[in-house]
């Protein structure tokens, strides 16, 4: 069975500051792929960033990073130079061949001015 | 920029009600995804299409069913609304690549009230 754990129900981060926001999964398939999503409180989910299991390098995206460790079973996204737009809360989500995604329940982020 | 349109930002219905929600894409993808979202539980799948007339349960079917006759339409239909069917529904669309999902791209959510 796949899982998604996010350990971390809510974060504060002082504003300019980097935040690591904790994921970790667990799949029998060789095959994968994660990706984070931002909620704003507008509700709408919206794509940050992606890691496929081959990928030997971290996936960026400008003030986004992933810092996969596949050993660990780890994809924690990191969030450098804060904004007050960062606040929100983020879901890591698993993908297998199964053409579907597995959601963790959340990490609410909160920069403070 | 892809753009998925969900019908209505917030609905209040009655128990026993049939309770319709569209889910609009207009970036040509074949898949097609119903999720409701609950605090604590993240998003959990309902149903998702992956061609016209097409559908896969997925871990929540219970109590639903959807519609899929045209490719960028996409739609949940609850059919004896109750109160535990209060939830935010999210639908998302992406492309087919033949393995896994690509990015989900999602709309804005709506957030139906059972009473």
């Known amino acids: 069975a796949q899982k998604i754990t996010q350990t971390q129900p809510g974060m504060f981060v002082q504003e300019k500051e980097a935040v690591t926001l904790d994921c970790t999964y667990d799949?029998?398939?060789?095959?994968?792929?994660l990706f984070w999503y931002k909620q704003p409180s507008s509700g709408e989910m919206i794509f940050l960033i992606y890691?496929?299991?081959?990928?030997?390098q971290n996936a960026t995206e400008g003030r986004y990073s992933l810092n996969f460790q596949k050993a660990r079973k780890s994809a924690n996204l990191v969030i450098s130079a804060s904004q007050l737009g960062d606040s929100a809360m983020y879901f890591c989500?698993?993908?297998?061949?199964?053409?579907?995604?597995?959601f963790g329940t959340g990490t609410r982020l909160t920069v403070i001015p | 920029d892809v753009k998925v349109t969900q019908s209505s930002r917030y609905l209040v219905k009655r128990t026993g009600e049939k309770v319709f929600l569209e889910c609009v894409q207009d970036?040509?993808?074949?898949?097609m995804f119903w999720y409701r979202q609950d605090p604590g539980l993240g998003l959990r799948l309902i149903y998702f299409?992956?061609?016209?007339?097409?559908?896969e349960k997925g871990d929540i079917p219970e109590g639903y069913s959807v519609s899929r006759e045209k490719k960028e339409r996409f739609s949940l239909i609850l059919e004896s609304a109750s109160t535990n069917q209060t939830s935010m529904y999210l639908c998302?669309?992406?492309?087919?690549?033949?393995?896994?999902?690509?990015?989900?791209?999602f709309g804005p959510g709506t957030r139906l009230t059972v009473l």
């Open positions: 970036m040509d993808h074949e898949n």
């Open positions: 299409s992956y061609d016209v007339k097409m559908k």
């Open positions: 998302a669309s992406s492309f087919y690549r033949g393995w896994g999902t690509d990015t989900q791209y």
């Open positions: 799949t029998s398939d060789q095959s994968y792929g």
């Open positions: 989500a698993l993908e297998t061949g199964a053409n579907n995604l597995f």
């Open positions: 890691q496929g299991s081959y990928d030997e």
